[in-house]
Nanobody, 123 residues
Framework: QVQLAESGGGSVQAGGSLRLSCTTS????????VGWVRQAPEKGREGVAY????????YIADSVNGRFTISQDNRKNTVYLQMNNLQPEDSALYYC????????????????WGQGTQVTVSS
């Protein structure tokens, strides 16, 4: 079993920045990759980024490329999502999630999920 806990959400104005944190624990082989998935009201879940925890390779969705980046601190078992130049359309509940294989941006990839942290961007 893998446990994930997000933090760092909040309210910002358009153009602002936030850094989300995801602290992981539990079965290390269950988290070959950790990703960030967001869900806006009345919309489906959208994968925005993921990182391979062993080698650090990262993948960023086209919709946020150039504004978001993902990184990790293995000493702290923490994965970060740095979000810059935030826009109102980025407002959503952001989840971190872990997969033990088949990593990609598709939210159905992920087996373990955190509770989510809310990001609200005002214009």
């Amino acid at each position: 079993q893998v446990q994930l806990a997000e933090s760092g959400g909040g309210s910002v104005q358009a153009g602002g920045s936030l850094r989300l944190s995801c602290t992981t624990s539990g079965y290390s082989n269950g988290r070959e990759c950790v990703g960030w998935v967001r869900q806006a009201p009345e919309k489906g879940r959208e994968g925005v980024a993921y990182i391979y925890t062993r080698f650090g390779d990262i993948y960023i969705a086209d919709s946020v490329n150039g504004r978001f980046t993902i990184s990790q601190d293995n000493r702290k078992n923490t994965v970060y999502l740095q979000m810059n130049n935030l826009q109102p359309e980025d407002s959503a509940l952001y989840y971190c999630a872990a997969a033990n294989a088949g990593c990609n941006l598709d939210p159905t990839t992920y087996k373990f999920w955190g509770q989510g942290t809310q990001v609200t961007v005002s214009s």
